[in-house]
């Protein structure tokens, strides 16, 4: 049998517990799709997920052991999505200074661009893709089973972001008021600053 399923109730925990817990994507979505509604929170999720899948191929194929060998490149990819993060809060904060002096704020585009390079330069996923799905790993056939576990992965992560961009759209239009939007404003702009200084650090 090409894949043992002994392992998939563990996995399946492991899994929810790494989806449910907050990053970037989440907070990315939830303020695209409060802000600009279901399509642009779709676009910002197809992004994220067509990045996701990039590097998840990478560790399928063995490249991502390679690239994991070589510090500097990691180091670089570290530092290039640090600089974009750092980009995003410093986007989001210069429009909550516009609002606050009364100058109108430019609507946001490119949802799809900004969730692929959000996580196409954040190499985290490329680590924990290398880390975490190893370990589940059981007696079948290694290159099938890796396959099937980063599809189980990113199909419950997708699931889970889906209902972030529906929730948020939905309810965008009894919390679209200045004070909400400018306190979610204020809370990715910081999520986003942290991250920023924690794929530095």
């Not at 449910?20 to 910002?44: C, I, K, N, Q, Y």
């Not at 570290?78 to 516009?98: H, K, M």
């Not at 089973?145 to 961009?165: D, K, N, R, S």
């Not at 306190?183 to 990715?188: E, F, P, T």
Request: hydrophobic letters at 60%; a positive charge; one cysteine or more.
């Amino acid at each position: 049998m090409p894949w043992d399923f002994t392992q998939l109730p563990a996995f399946l925990i492991a899994c929810a517990v790494v989806v449910l817990t907050p990053g970037v994507d989440a907070f990315l979505l939830l303020r695209t799709s409060m802000r600009s509604g279901t399509r642009a929170g779709l676009l910002a999720l197809a992004g994220i997920h067509t990045a996701a899948l990039a590097q998840v191929a990478l560790v399928v194929s063995g490249l991502g052991v390679v690239i994991a060998r070589y510090p500097a490149v990691l180091t670089g990819l570290r530092w290039i999505g640090a600089a974009y993060l750092l980009y995003l809060a410093v986007t989001i904060t210069r429009g909550l200074l516009r609002r606050s002096g009364g100058a109108a704020e430019p609507v946001a585009t490119r949802p799809f661009r900004q969730g692929f390079l959000t996580n196409i330069t954040n190499p985290k996923m490329l680590l924990f893709s290398l880390a975490f799905l190893p370990q589940f790993i059981g007696t079948g056939d290694p290159a099938f089973q890796l396959g099937m576990l980063a599809a189980v992965f990113l199909g419950l992560a997708a699931l889970w972001e889906l209902t972030i961009v529906v929730a948020a759209a939905r309810v965008a239009g009894s919390l679209r008021r200045p004070g909400v939007t400018t306190a979610l404003d204020a809370v990715c702009a910081a999520v986003f600053l942290t991250m920023s200084v924690g794929l530095v650090l």
